[in-house]
């Protein structure tokens, strides 16, 4: 297809201009596209904000036929083909919620060559109707996200990626590509393993970013601090929470103290806000985000000028991934962590009581079974309203270590667990034409959902409830339990998207859910807690450069202090070079400790306060008012 090396270089940078308008590549972006283009297996390791999307996006336009992308998160699927049909790119993606109309459709674009990239999840695989389409269709390439999904040391697991390497088995020809931002050695070894990728050319983008300051504080006044830093920073910016209710509560007191610029953001929303959320985030040089790590994934913004945590995350991959979000225009960034020892007892707390041992493990899955009414071996095609406090009550355990095993099974794909807000969905039992066959208020109520809902006659339609409500003059809290009633006499089925929902997947098996998943789901625990443990040590420790940590943790074991850091701060700064930023600070205005303790945020408060006060002493420094500061000149 190219004449020589020299011509693909240059096909492949006219593309990147053509498509994305840039110059050119990114680190080793440019020699990961280059093996796949020769058609060698590749591992590419590149850190958040590194460019993997590209890495696999590029070479399916340049090389005939489809390139087939399996990803683990339908959300970020549909971000990225929308991004793509944006700059013109044929792109799709497969999903449950098309119907076979759809997906057929779909399936024939891409034999006749128009679909340059298709985007599945790794369950799809195992899917005889994709596979017997994908027989007929042109693979240039497959690229597997996210591929760390593939070790059972992660919290991340999941079995359908196993499926990828049967899968390759019936295209032996074609090249595989795995992307991940966070793998360890370890990892690194086992996604070779597994995806059964043969002699793959690796390459490794350092996850040194020169450009951060990472800097935690141990503060107990979290609130005030952060508005201190946004009174002094008006720029984009991300601060994460661990819950929803953090989101909202510290949203509503910025705003309370006249900011006006930050929205909250989690997976509690509707697709609807989120999507607006999004894009007015994007597209504003000063707006802020207090959002769960459900923000961030698939969102490419240049100008995030700081990442604040509320709390510390989880794991260290998760915080290294959260912070990588700011700064990636190479400008300085700010990653700043607020903590307290009280906070880290807490979250120890949270770990420990999300657990279940062995029998409250079992205990929730018989009663999760029994709720349903589904024996051993039996599977329902049905999709069910779960009440998760209903199970709270059945099995007198806490709610957290209830959705710990629903999301532990809905990981393994043994169910589908709904747990954020979606729109809701009807199915009819009843055709158009049986009405006559019903009571005269049922008949009324069915034929004004036929009327408004098309093709509710033939398939699963999914609609809101209060413009339902709004368009025909229905009171709402009526129309739901009309909705509830006709359900439980068997004319329709109805889920209300607000509420959990539960789908089991494969037929009940208490063999192996007591046996070899519970073995499973143990060690994803144990793997959990040591995870907590070295991020507790990375969190509290004051004698090793943070970036350097980092890297260490990833396998980069001769890194270099990064010179910005608290710790490296710290050891750096002596007092007379605090004297000297507090002297240069007032030397552009008079300033509070609160305004001063801002813009240097990489000292404390504490050390500040002294340093004025040895300045008073000296009379370099004198008061304007009680509490202003200002060059004694």
């Given at each position: ?22 110059a ?7 020699e ?16 958040t ?31 990225q083909?929308?991004a ?37 999840s ?69 996604i ?11 390459y ?67 697709s609807?806000?989120?999507e ?21 994934m ?28 700011a700064g ?14 009280q ?12 657990i ?23 599977l ?24 710990n ?52 006659s ?103 202090n ?71 000149q």
């Amino acid at each position: 297809m190219f004449s020589s090396q020299k011509s693909k270089e240059q096909l492949i940078g006219q593309t990147l201009n053509q498509f994305w308008g840039y110059a050119g590549f990114h680190s080793v972006q440019k020699e990961i596209i280059l093996s796949i283009l020769d058609g060698n297996d590749t591992l590419a390791l590149l850190p958040t904000g590194g460019g993997k999307s590209l890495c696999y996006q590029l070479p399916a336009l340049v090389l005939e036929g489809t390139c087939l992308v399996i990803s683990p998160l339908l959300a970020l699927m549909r971000d990225q083909v929308d991004a793509l049909q944006s700059r013109g790119i044929e792109a799709e993606f497969l999903s449950s919620e098309l119907d076979e109309f759809d997906e057929e459709s779909i399936y024939n674009r891409c034999k006749n060559g128009l679909v340059k990239i298709l985007y599945v999840s790794p369950e799809r695989l195992q899917n005889q109707l994709f596979i017997r389409s994908m027989q007929d269709i042109d693979i240039s390439f497959i690229a597997v996200d996210e591929a760390h999904c593939i070790s059972e040391w992660g919290q991340d697991f999941r079995p359908s990626y196993r499926n990828i390497k049967i899968f390759r088995s019936e295209f032996k020809n074609v090249p595989c590509l795995a992307l991940t931002a966070t793998a360890t050695h370890k990892v690194e070894d086992e996604i070779i393993q597994k995806l059964g990728l043969h002699r793959p050319n690796i390459y490794k983008k350092s996850f040194n970013r020169s450009n951060l300051n990472i800097i935690l504080e141990n503060t107990s006044d979290k609130y005030n601090r952060i508005l201190q830093f946004l009174r002094q920073n008006s720029a984009s910016g991300i601060i994460y929470t661990r819950t929803r209710r953090d989101a909202e509560e510290l949203s509503h007191f910025i705003k309370q103290n006249n900011f006006a610029n930050i929205d909250f953001f989690h997976a509690g929303l509707n697709s609807a806000d989120k999507e607006k959320l999004q894009k007015r985030w994007l597209s504003s040089r000063y707006h802020v985000l207090v959002s769960t790590n459900a923000f961030g994934m698939g969102i490419d913004k240049d100008d995030v000028k700081f990442v604040i945590h509320l709390s510390p995350s989880s794991t260290i991959e998760n915080y290294y991934q959260e912070i990588g979000r700011a700064g990636r225009d190479g400008e300085e960034a700010l990653a700043l962590t607020l903590w307290n020892e009280q906070e880290i007892t807490n979250i120890d707390n949270t770990f420990q009581n999300q657990i279940p041992h062995k029998a409250e493990y079992e205990k929730i899955i018989i009663f999760l079974y029994s709720v349903f009414q589904i024996a051993d071996q039996d599977l329902s095609e049905r999709t069910f309203q779960l009440d998760v406090l209903r199970l709270k009550n059945l099995t007198k355990l806490s709610v957290a270590k209830i959705k710990n095993v629903l999301n532990f099974l809905n990981n393994q794909e043994l169910i589908f667990y709904k747990s954020n807000v979606s729109t809701s969905s009807v199915i009819s039992f009843v055709k158009s034409d049986e009405l006559d066959q019903l009571a005269a208020a049922d008949a009324y109520f069915m034929e004004m959902l036929f009327r408004n809902l098309p093709g509710l006659s033939i398939q699963k339609v999914h609609f809101s409830e209060a413009a339902f409500c709004k368009k025909n003059g229905v009171d709402f809290q009526k129309f739901k339990e009309k909705l509830l009633q006709m359900q439980k006499a068997g004319y329709l089925e109805y889920l209300d998207g607000s509420q959990n929902s539960i789908k089991f997947l494969k037929p009940r098996n208490d063999r192996l859910l007591f046996g070899e998943y519970w073995s499973l789901f143990y060690q994803i625990q144990k793997n959990k807690l040591r995870k907590w443990e070295e991020n507790k040590f990375y969190i509290r420790d004051t004698d090793f450069c943070k970036m350097k940590l980092i890297l260490n943790y990833f396998g980069e074991k001769d890194a270099e202090n990064c010179g910005k850091c608290s710790v490296c701060r710290k050891r750096n700064n002596s007092k007379r070079t605090l004297s000297s930023d507090i002297t240069l600070q007032l030397s552009a205005r008079p300033m509070s400790l609160d305004e001063m303790s801002a813009n240097l945020h990489f000292y404390s408060k504490e050390n500040i306060r002294e340093t004025l006060i040895f300045l008073l002493d000296i009379g370099k420094v004198k008061m304007l008012n009680y509490k202003t500061y200002m060059l004694n000149q």
